[in-house]
C-alpha cells in the first residue's frame, strides 16, 4: 500500500527531466522561434485579407460614383431603369465574391491561429520541457489517497 501511495504522489508531482541549462535555452528558443514564425505568418493572412478588402471598398466607391454619373446623365426613364438593372447586377456579383472572400480569408486566418496555438506550450502531445504528459491517476488511486486523508473515526457526527 506504501507503494501504491508513493507512485500516486510522484504521478502528482513528476520530477522534471534532467536538462541542462543550454538545453533548456535552446528549448525555449526554438519555441519562440516557432511562435514568432506562426505569428508572422497569421499577421501575413491578416494583411492580405486587409489588403484586398481595402481594394474592394475602393471598387465599391468606384461602381457607386458610376451609377451616379449614369442616372444623372439619364435622359429616359427606360435609360434610368437600365442603369439601375446594371447597378443591381454589378453589385450581386460584387456581393458573391465578397462571400467567397470572406470564407476563403476566414479560413486562412484559422488556419494560422490554429497552427500558432498548436505550436504552443503543448505542441506534439509535449511540453516545451520536452516531458511526456502524465496520465491522470485511477480512480482506485484517487480513492486511496482520499481514503489516508481522512479522520481514523467518524462516530462525532461532524463528518456527516
Known sequence: MAHTETHFREMENPSPPNRTLSE???????????????????????????????????????????????????????????ACQEWTGRRLELMADDGKHLLRDSQKVMERSARLLSDGLFANGRDVSGAEPQAAPSAASRERV????????RNDGAWK
Request: include cysteine; aromatic fraction near 6%.
Open 24 to 82: 533548456i535555452a535552446a528549448l525555449g528558443k526554438k519555441s519562440m522561434e516557432e511562435f514568432g514564425k506562426a505569428q508572422s505568418d497569421l499577421l501575413s493572412a491578416m494583411l492580405d485579407a486587409n489588403r484586398r478588402w481595402f481594394d474592394r471598398m475602393q471598387s465599391e466607391a468606384k461602381l457607386a460614383s458610376d451609377f451616379t454619373r449614369n442616372v444623372t446623365s439619364c435622359r429616359s426613364i427606360p435609360d434610368a431603369v437600365a
Open 146 to 153: 482520499r481514503a489516508s486523508a481522512e479522520p481514523a473515526s
